[in-house]
């Protein structure tokens, strides 16, 4: 039966491996009936064990699992590739300097969405020594959160990202309004006083409004009469003229400026009330900025057709324009109005709540920006359309914090048991598994007591013999644990690996993504790690905050 349960043992370890330390008995068992054919007729008596062994390897970590495995059959130990970093496709019609652009607009700070656009411009602009915009595009009052301004840039610096130099928006409306009289000068554009309704059924049948060919003499008169604010809001809207005939009734004449009167720019106050609409000012900012490319997604398609007509009727140079695909990120709370009304109703704690999908909560829980970065980077500038996968960035993420993080014990859901038999127990935890970090020592007296997750100790049967891992061998008798020893070859033999804490141990709360929180304890010498991202054993990567005195965690991944 030895040389049987070294079989068992060996691939529970390898599929546990395999799967992020989490064997299934069944991919096992297949597995060792795959390799050994003759055991196929005792199936029915081989399936407990595997479940024993399987559910003993499934109580030690990753590196655990490694180690032993190699000890055991290291042959099995599947070699990880040489990861060759993807590099991202040139860009195409590269002459000289290359200017780019970051647009986010302050309607909150940024997420992880827009992470790609950033990451994607900061690494085209030092590939080529170019200069990189960021560019706050505040012309819509309705939808402007004030601390936004500073928390853009706070948050791509954090990203990485290196910005050249800043340009707002409300600074420049002298700008757009000089071109806007220009194109109405060249009969290019028109005021359209025609209800907002008609408007648009006449321009899907593709017919003219009463005042689309008034001469300009009129048009400047109407736009002065914007200006001086003699219109109400929707009662006058600045049109782009382009081809009422385009096959395409989205492309066809299309608003540029309107009037917004019942409400206060936070940057300009009532100085203006008439605003340029997005297609307009950011087709005359890219422009102005000498851009050479400009990476937006294929949803902006529409947009790019819509800003041609002003480089054709100017005669501007322009940019290069690449269109990537969309990605779709399932359960992910990104848009900025909802987050904004949850924290106004007290649902979030703030922009840094772990359930949510901006930078700075994914911060807050230890994602590291390199990971954000790699990721961005294998996916590229495809067209065709992705989800995102959370997993692939924990994975990036892991990589990354493995080799930082210490190892502590955290038990959540917990129960206070006993232990008899022995008067004083010395333990001691190396504080990384492969890396020289130091040790976690432990001096229990009697009487001693500690605490273990409820879970683990209803899976312990009466008699069962375990082990506390790295302090000793207990058995489970009468709501007690009694102390056997402290031989480690009981693991061997399959015994389970219980984590633990001390009874002198601090209170903690762990908030998960989900927003659930996971209540317990931590051992003592986690206060070494605050402000730092860990690993509770068993349980996950953590990143450790003191907060009104007491020890709290915020859950990366596993």
């Known amino acids: 039966m030895d040389e049987l349960r070294e079989i068992i043992l060996k691939y529970a370890l390898q599929n546990a491996i395999l799967h992020n330390g989490k064997a299934n ?57 040489k990861e060759e970093r993807k590099e991202l496709e040139d860009l195409p019609e590269v002459r000289g300097e290359v200017r780019m652009r970051l647009a986010p607009s302050p309607s909150g700070p940024m997420h992880l969405g827009q992470s790609r656009m950033a990451i994607l411009n900061d690494e085209y602009v030092k590939r080529y020594g170019g200069k990189l915009f960021l560019r706050i595009e505040d012309t819509n009052p309705h939808n402007i959160l004030p601390e936004a301004y500073n928390m853009i840039p706070e948050d791509l610096e954090w990203l990485g990202v290196k910005v050249h130099e800043i340009v707002i928006q409300s600074d420049r409306f002298e700008i757009y309004y000089d ?29 003219p409004t009463e005042d689309r060919e008034l001469p300009p003499e009129e048009q400047l008169e109407r736009w002065d009469k914007m200006l001086a604010g003699e219109y109400d809001e929707g009662e006058a809207v600045y049109v782009v003229k382009t081809d009422l005939h385009h096959p395409n009734p989205a492309i066809r004449d299309w608003a540029a400026f309107r009037i917004i009167k019942d409400v206060e720019h936070p940057r300009l106050g009532n100085k203006y ?128 914090v493995e080799s930082i993080a210490k190892r502590y014990f955290f038990v959540w ?30 001096n229990l007296s009697s009487p001693i007591r500690i605490f273990i997750t409820s879970g683990d ?59 659930t929180i996971k209540s317990g304890y931590v051992e003592e010498h986690v206060k070494n790690s605050v402000g730092k991202i860990v690993q509770f054993e068993r349980f996950g990567f953590t990143k450790i905050y003191l907060e009104n005195g007491e020890i709290v965690g915020y859950f990366a991944h596993r």
């Open 273 to 400: 009330i008439v605003y340029p609409l997005m297609n307009f000012s950011v087709a005359v900012d890219d422009h102005e900025l000498r851009l050479t490319h400009v990476l937006r997604g294929k949803d902006h398609l529409n947009n790019t057709y819509r800003q041609m007509y002003l480089y054709d009727y100017f005669g501007w140079k322009k940019p290069v324009y690449i269109h990537y695909g969309w990605v779709t990120m399932r359960d992910t709370i990104l848009k900025t109005s909802v987050i904004k009304e949850g924290i106004k109703k007290g649902i979030y704690s703030g922009w840094d709540d772990p359930r949510l999908g901006t930078l700075r909560a994914l911060a807050r829980r230890g994602i590291r920006p390199e990971a954000i970065r790699k990721y961005w980077i294998q996916v590229g500038l495809k067209e065709v359309d992705i989800e995102f996968s959370w997993d692939t960035l924990y994975a990036y993420n892991r990589d990354i």
């Open 179 to 207: 071109y806007a009289r220009k194109l109405l000068d060249m009969g290019k554009a028109y005021i359209t006083t025609v209800p907002a309704e008609k408007w648009r059924r006449l321009k899907n049948e593709g017919k």
């Open 457 to 515: 100790w209803e899976k312990i049967e009466e008699g069962e013999m375990f082990r506390l891992k790295d302090l000793c061998n207990v058995v489970k008798r009468d709501g007690y644990l009694e102390y056997v020893g402290n031989d480690l070859s009981v693991v061997k033999s399959g015994a389970k690996i219980i984590h633990w804490v001390p009874h002198k141990s601090l209170g903690c709360k762990v908030y998960m993504p989900d927003g």
């Open 25 to 81: 008995y069944k991919a096992v068992m297949g597995k060792i009936m795959a390799e050994n054919p003759a055991l196929r007729s005792r199936a029915k008596e081989l399936i407990g064990e595997v479940k024993k062994i399987v559910e003993g390897i499934n109580s030690l970590s990753l590196e655990q699992q490694r180690r032993k495995l190699e000890e055991i059959a290291p042959e099995l130990l599947e070699k990880k590739k």
């Open 413 to 442: 859901d917990p129960i206070e048991v006993g232990i008899r038999g022995v008067e004083k127990i010395h333990g001691r935890a190396p504080l990384h598994p492969n890396l020289d970090m130091g040790f976690r020592e432990y």
